[in-house]
C-alpha cells in the first residue's frame, strides 16, 4: 500500500516569512495530493490539492509543487502569519480509490509574532 | 448549509462497553470513511462506504464494525471497547475528503 512520510515534525518561523513543508510518496499510481490544515480541537481542513497531471498550483500566498519522478510535493507557505499557525497534513491516494487517503504524520507549524 | 456532524464530540467510557459514535452529512455523498488520530501517527482508516449496504475494512479495522442504512449516516461501533481505543475519531465525506469536527474518545 501507499506510504507518505511527511518532514519536518515541528517548524517554527518568523511572522513574514516562508514555510515549506516537505512529503515523500511510495506508490507511483498515486494521482492526488491534497493538504489539510488542523487547527486545535477541529477537524483537518481541505487547504489546496494538486492532482498528477499538474506540476504546481497556487492560491493565494500557498503553493503546492509535485515532482512525480522522484515522488516527492510540498507545500509553500509565502509571507507567514500568526494565524497560519497550525498542524499541516498532507496525503496521497489513487483517485480510483475513490479519495482513500494515506496522510503524512503532520507538521506543527508556529508562526512568532 | 452543507455540513458534517458527529457526536458526542466526547465520550468516556470503561473497557468492554460497547460504544457507538455517529455521523451524519447532508451532501448526499455516496462515500464516506472513518479515521482515527494520534499522535506520531497523523490520521488512519478504520473503515469505508461507498454507499448504502457497501462497507469496507481499512488500516486498522480490528475492533471496529460500520453499517450503513442509509446516505446520510456512518455510525462507527467499537464491540468491545480497549484502552488502545482512546483516540479523536474523525468521519469524513468523499469529494475531497471534507473532514467533521471530531470525537474524543477516552477508555479507562
Known amino acids: 500500500g501507499e506510504n507518505v512520510e511527511q518532514h519536518p515534525s515541528t517548524l517554527s518561523v518568523q511572522e513574514g516569512d516562508s514555510a515549506v513543508i516537505k512529503c515523500t510518496y511510495s506508490d507511483s499510481a498515486s494521482n492526488y495530493f491534497p493538504w489539510y490544515k488542523q487547527e486545535l480541537g477541529k477537524g483537518p481542513q481541505l487547504i489546496i490539492d494538486?492532482?498528477?497531471?499538474?506540476g504546481e498550483k497556487k492560491d493565494q500566498r500557498i503553493a503546492v509543487t509535485l515532482n512525480k519522478t522522484a515522488k516527492h510535493f510540498s507545500l509553500h507557505i509565502t509571507e507567514t502569519q500568526p494565524e497560519d499557525s497550525a498542524v499541516y497534513f498532507c496525503a496521497a491516494t489513487f483517485s480510483g480509490s475513490a479519495r482513500q487517503l494515506t496522510f503524512g504524520s503532520g507538521t506543527q507549524l508556529t508562526v512568532l509574532p | 448549509d452543507a455540513e458534517i456532524t458527529q457526536s458526542p464530540r466526547h465520550k468516556i467510557t470503561e473497557t468492554g462497553r460497547q460504544v457507538t459514535l455517529a455521523c451524519h452529512q447532508t451532501w448526499n455523498h455516496n462515500n464516506m470513511f472513518w479515521y482515527r488520530q494520534d499522535l506520531g501517527h497523523g490520521l488512519r482508516l478504520i473503515h469505508y462506504s461507498y454507499g448504502v449496504h457497501d462497507t469496507n475494512k481499512g488500516e486498522v479495522s480490528d475492533g471496529y464494525s460500520v453499517s450503513r442504512s442509509n446516505t446520510e449516516d456512518l455510525p462507527l461501533t467499537l464491540e468491545s471497547a480497549a484502552s488502545s481505543q482512546t483516540s479523536v475519531y474523525f468521519c469524513?465525506?468523499?469529494?475531497?475528503?471534507?473532514f467533521g469536527p471530531g470525537t474524543r474518545l477516552l477508555v479507562l
Open positions: 469524513a465525506r468523499g469529494g475531497g475528503p471534507c
Open positions: 494538486i492532482r498528477s497531471n499538474v
